[in-house]
């Protein structure tokens, strides 16, 4: 079992940055993704970016498209997202999660698909 501790969580204005990491400890040969989610209270957890391990493939929400860059460190089995040009409505709760084999580009956007969470962070982005 994977295990995924999230850091980077902070307060910022509109308009800031923030960097998360989400370091993964354990054994991921057979994993094909890692993924970023956030969540606000009362809703449901929404896929922000996803990242293939094996080939780098990578797929952002329209929502954070050009402001948004994941990323993956292979020796320190760090994944991490580069969050900039914030926004208000990007406040949440950062959730790193890995996948195996049931993840394809069609399901990544799907929190049910990933077989290990971390625990959260939290960014808040102020107007």
């Known amino acids: 079992q994977v295990q995924l501790v999230e850091s980077g969580g902070d307060s910022v204005e509109a308009g800031g940055s923030l960097r998360l990491s989400c370091t993964a400890s354990?054994?991921?040969?057979?994993?094909?993704?890692m993924a970023w989610f956030r969540q606000v209270e009362d809703q449901e957890r929404e896929g922000v970016a996803a990242?293939?391990?094996?080939?780098?493939?990578?797929g952002y929400a329209d929502s954070v498209s050009g402001r948004f860059t994941i990323s993956y460190e292979n020796t320190k089995k760090v994944l991490s997202l580069q969050m900039n040009s914030l926004k208000p409505e990007d406040s949440g709760v950062y959730y790193c999660?890995?996948?195996?084999?049931?993840?394809?580009?069609?399901?990544?956007?799907?929190?049910?698909?990933?077989?290990?969470w971390g625990q959260g962070t939290q960014v808040t982005v102020s107007s």
């Open positions: 999660a890995i996948c195996s084999r049931r993840c394809d580009v069609n399901t990544r956007w799907r929190p049910i698909s990933y077989d290990s």
């Open positions: 354990g054994n991921i040969y057979g994993y094909y993704y």
């Open positions: 990242l293939r391990i094996g080939d780098r493939d990578i």
